[in-house]
């Protein structure tokens, strides 16, 4: 019903019928970005804003760095991973669920731009989208 209705794509049909602890990091990339994807564009320009922000305080991030679970120069690593994904395929991320998954959200690179989901999300002026964040991603 909800495919008939244009609500849910149908790619995500699957998706929808799991349990979210099952849900793979892309394919919560993909479901976030289909339920929300006038969001897309703004949380695109947050991440290359964030990843440059990092690149030019590298010295002054590293220096307050006080995780313990990840050392700063492979959290750094991550933003600059995601960074050079942003340069090469933002434009078609806008627009594409898929490319905005598949890019972002496999392999270790999704440890970054996940917590900059939930950080974003936090900030977001739409309660809807911190809900979805907060289920999906905690």
Known sequence: ??????LVAPSLIYQ????LHELTN???GRLLFELFPEEMPT???????V???????YQEYKKDW????MPFDYWFRLSEDCAA???????TMRKNSKVFSDQLFYGYT?????????????????EKFKQAVELIYT
């Open 26 to 28: 892309t394919m919560k």
């Open 16 to 19: 929808i019928m799991k349990a």
């Open 110 to 126: 999704a440890l970054f731009v996940n917590d900059r989901i939930v950080k974003y999300a936090s900030h977001s002026g739409s």
């Open 66 to 69: 006080d995780n313990r679970f």
């Open 43 to 49: 949380l695109l320009d947050h991440l290359a804003e």
């Open 85 to 91: 994904l942003l340069k090469k395929h933002c434009h």
């Open 1 to 6: 019903m909800f495919v008939q209705l244009g």
């Open 51 to 57: 990843c440059a922000d990092f690149k030019a305080n």
